[in-house]
């Protein structure tokens, strides 16, 4: 089946603009989760969904930063008032359920979009 | 507070020779899972190899086996014969058994000779 999909896969941005990036999970899955992945760095966890409530933020790093998730499917992830240090790989994943539901509960993760904030 | 720490940034091996990638870890959550992630130049994040806290035997998955020592809180990646295609950057992550988020290590890149 089709995996996680994100959109757009790149964006370039002026500073001070809002962006909006999107992620399709893979059709049944529960879970949603925002990461980010600045230049060679390690991934860096945002926001979790379950269903389209988020019971975890406590990785979005300011306020400027919003995210949503609307019929247990499509996320949206908004960074209002860009800046540089905003540019990076914003990567959305996936998952069956419940944390510890089944062995693996196993994180699906889509391609990513590359933000460039000038 | 979870944490993972990856002391290679980059290592160099030899096409179809062994390799093993550090992975060390701090938590205080008494049940969790460590995973291995391979990122190729691409970006996308490929699952490699689950282990949880209580399996009492270390996983494997082809060539991929994770060398888990429980009492010095390390999970190395072990890639046998390792392939030019193996090569990557490579996270270490965990996550409690029964939280959601996953906590990523710096990661080790891996570049395979021929």
């Known amino acids: 089946g089709a995996g996680v999909s994100q959109s757009p896969s790149n964006k370039v941005t002026e500073k001070g603009k809002d962006v909006e990036l999107r992620c399709d999970p893979i059709?049944?899955?529960?879970?949603l989760y925002w990461y980010r992945q600045s230049l060679g760095q390690g991934l860096e966890f945002l926001i979790y969904f379950q269903g389209n409530s988020a019971p975890d933020k406590s990785g979005l790093p300011s306020d400027r930063f919003s995210a949503e998730r609307t019929g247990g499917s499509v996320s949206t992830l908004t960074i209002q008032r860009t800046q540089q240090e905003d540019s990076a790989v914003y990567l959305c994943a996936s998952s069956q359920g419940l944390a510890g539901a089944g062995r693996y509960n196993e994180q699906f993760f889509g391609p990513g979009t590359r933000l460039t904030v000038l | 507070a979870q944490k993972i720490t990856q002391t290679q940034p980059g290592m160099f091996v030899q096409e179809k020779e062994a390799v093993t990638l550090d992975c060390t870890y701090d938590?205080?959550?008494?049940?969790?899972?460590l995973f291995w992630y391979k990122q190729p130049s691409s970006g996308e994040m490929i699952f490699l190899i689950y282990?949880?806290?209580?399996?009492?035997q270390n996983a494997t998955e082809g060539r991929y086996s994770l060398n888990f020592q429980k009492a010095r809180k390390s999970a190395n990646l072990v890639i046998s014969a390792s392939q030019l295609g193996d090569s990557a950057m490579y996270f270490c992550a965990m996550r409690a058994e029964y939280g959601n988020k996953l906590v990523f290590g710096a990661g080790t890149i891996l570049r395979v000779k021929s």
């Open positions: 282990q949880g806290s209580y399996d009492q």
């Open positions: 938590t205080s959550d008494p049940s969790y899972g």
């Open positions: 059709s049944g899955h529960t879970a």
